[in-house]
């Protein structure tokens, strides 16, 4: 069987605003039953995602799901104004 991949890269205004996508996003893990694997990864102030699957309808699911929590996480980031250049509470 063929297997299907899509491969995005999404553009954000900042590389702090990025790696914040980027850290909230990656913690969703698809589901070992599911037969598809997502890749993430952060660039400067690209993501970049890569969904495959061997079933065209797992991995439109799967691409589904990303933007849904891809709108949640770039509204709230507009919500809440612009990030702090670094993350140094630690």
Excluded: C, W
Aim: net charge negative; no cysteine.
């Amino acid at each position: 069987m063929n297997t299907l991949s899509v491969n995005l890269s999404i553009p954000f205004p900042s590389k702090r605003e990025a790696e914040i996508a980027y850290e909230v996003l990656r913690v969703d893990k698809e589901p070992s039953r599911g037969s598809v694997i997502k890749n993430l990864t952060v660039d400067n102030n690209l993501v970049h995602i890569s969904i495959s699957g061997t079933e065209a309808r797992k991995v439109r699911v799967a691409l589904t799901s990303f933007f849904d929590n891809l709108i949640l996480v770039t509204e709230t980031m507009q919500q809440f104004g612009p990030s702090a250049p670094s993350y140094d509470y630690y």
